[in-house]
T-cell receptor, first 116, second 113 residues
Framework: GAGVSQSPSNKVTEKGKDVELRCDPI?????LYWYRQSLGQGLEFLIY????????KSGLPSDRFSAERTGGSVSTLTIQRTQQEDSAVYLC??????????????FGPGTRLTVT | GNSVTQMEGPVTLSEEAFLTINCTYT??????LFWYVQYPGEGLQLLLK?????DKGSNKGFEATYRKETTSFHLEKGSVQVSDSAVYFC????????????FGTGTRLLVSP
């Protein structure tokens, strides 16, 4: 079956511009996670969705970062006024549900963001 | 807070050599522990996991044992192959709350023929 998909796979943007990154989770997965993989910081958690709500936003690095999820499915991560330190690979993962701990997180291929 | 520390790479080995990648963790409570692998050009994949002390996770010839007394989850393989070349991430997940993964920095493994 289809896995987690992310688009675009690569994005180059100029400093100060806004970007939107998209994640399509596995069908039926209610839990969705965003992570960021950067050279200096490794792999960091950004935000967690259960359904359309985000009970854990603790990893968002600044108020320039926001995310939403609609229809319990697609999620969009938006970065406003991008900075060079936002350059990273943004990973999305989904799991059947997020509270019991029984279910594996499946990762997408990531979006590589480069801010010039 | 919770954290994972793993050995820095790259680890360079010849084919059929023995592999150990060290991983230690700091956590409150009793987390689940994972090894993820990222092959070149691909996404993260779960390699193996252990959910309680003394559990051994195993997959594709890789093994790791959850050692509560040393807070460790070292990854081992008896005989590596060129196709094992990848980046390996150790991670933990709290068994309460919202189940986010906390990752180590990753260890690149390079296996030469």
């Amino acid at each position: 079956g289809a896995g987690v998909s992310q688009s675009p796979s690569n994005k180059v943007t100029e400093k100060g511009k806004d970007v939107e990154l998209r994640c399509d989770p596995i069908s039926g997965h209610t839990a969705l996670y965003w992570y960021r993989q950067s050279l200096g910081q490794g792999l960091e958690f950004l935000i967690y969705f259960q359904g359309n709500s985000a009970p854990d936003k603790s990893g968002l690095p600044s108020d320039r970062f926001s995310a939403e999820r609609t229809g319990g499915s697609v999620s969009t991560l938006t970065i406003q006024r991008t900075q060079q330190e936002d350059s990273a690979v943004y990973l999305c993962a989904s799991s059947l549900e997020g509270t019991s701990g029984r279910y594996e997180q499946y990762f997408g291929p990531g979006t590589r963001l480069t801010v010039t | 807070g919770n954290s994972v520390t793993q050995m820095e790479g790259p680890v360079t080995l010849s084919e059929e050599a023995f592999l150990t990648i060290n991983c230690t963790y700091t956590a409150t409570g009793y987390p689940s522990l994972f090894w993820y692998v990222q092959y070149p050009g691909e996404g993260l994949q779960l390699l193996l996991k252990a959910t309680k002390a003394d559990d051994k996770g195993s997959n594709k010839g890789f093994e790791a044992t959850y050692r509560k007394e040393t807070t460790s989850f070292h990854l081992e393989k008896g005989s590596v192959q060129v196709s094992d070349s990848a980046v390996y991430f150790c991670a933990l997940k709290e068994n309460t709350g919202f189940q986010k993964l906390v990752f180590g920095t990753g260890t690149r493994l390079l296996v030469s023929p």
